[in-house]
């Protein structure tokens, strides 16, 4: 089975109600675009048929002016979606679909404390402040990277705007560094073309697998 197809994750937007100094994404330094709910019709048509777990990214996707009726569109599809947020705005998730949403609340001290501290059966902390250095470099080789690439547990179906990538740091390689196009356009053959990518590329500069899990090259 292709590897990427693990689970779907998309990125609702780039924007974010935080500025945090450990973000994966940067968002500070994105253009705070949102995902268009005829991109996520797209995206329902041509790539999440194979999935059968969903997570919504950002940036801060509560933010997304359109984040119900979009989750409403999703739970057409899958019968719960996993949510990672800060948690600040979850008192704008419509009561109807609340329910049917698990949020992973990244864990800010003194930011969000309240949100965890209160009783909810489908609210979840991740401490990403810890591990999280998204100007960690590793500056691997080939070799290296394509024995990440054969070893991460992160590899899924990344969806962003109108592209999909294999894993949740190939976007944000192509974004910061030279490294070429890492996604494909959304369409009936994206499979297909996103196997021809030479995906280890992005593994050359990931912090989240050398960082996050622990990785190691002995040969180095």
């Known amino acids: 089975m292709r590897r990427f197809l693990r689970y779907l994750s998309i990125d609702l937007t780039h924007a974010c109600n935080l500025n945090c100094d450990?973000?994966?994404k940067r968002?500070?330094?994105?253009?705070?675009?949102?995902?268009?709910?005829?991109?996520?019709?797209?995206?329902?048509?041509?790539v999440a048929p194979p999935h059968q777990t969903i997570r919504i990214c950002g940036g801060e996707p509560l933010i997304?002016?359109?984040f119900n009726p979009m989750m409403r569109?999703?739970?057409?599809?899958?019968?719960?979606i996993n949510?990672?947020?800060?948690?600040?705005a979850l008192d704008t998730v419509?009561?109807?679909?609340y329910d049917r949403l698990n949020f992973l609340v990244s864990v800010y001290p003194g930011v969000?404390?309240?949100?965890?501290?209160?009783?909810?059966?489908n609210v979840y902390p991740v401490k990403v402040h810890e591990y999280y250095d998204p100007h960690y470099n590793p500056g691997l080789d080939d070799e290296a990277a394509k024995r990440?690439?054969?070893?991460?547990?992160?590899?899924?179906?990344?969806?962003?705007?109108?592209?999909?990538?294999a894993c949740c740091h190939a976007e944000t390689s192509e974004h910061f560094y030279d490294i070429g196009e890492m996604g494909v356009k959304i369409g009936p053959n994206w499979i297909e073309e996103l196997q021809q990518i030479d995906r280890w590329e992005a593994c050359k500069h990931c912090f989240i697998a050398h960082r996050s899990y622990g990785w190691r090259d002995e040969s180095t």
């Open 83 to 88: 949510i990672a947020t800060n948690g600040i």
């Open 27 to 46: 968002v500070s330094e994105r253009d705070g675009k949102h995902m268009t709910e005829e991109q996520l019709g797209l995206l329902l048509k041509f």
């Open 112 to 121: 969000n404390d309240h949100i965890l501290n209160a009783s909810h059966s």
């Open 73 to 80: 569109m999703l739970l057409n599809h899958f019968n719960q």
């Open 22 to 24: 450990f973000c994966g």
């Open 94 to 97: 419509d009561r109807d679909i």
């Open 64 to 66: 997304h002016p359109h």
């Open 148 to 165: 990440v690439y054969a070893g991460c547990v992160l590899s899924m179906s990344k969806v962003i705007g109108d592209k999909v990538y």
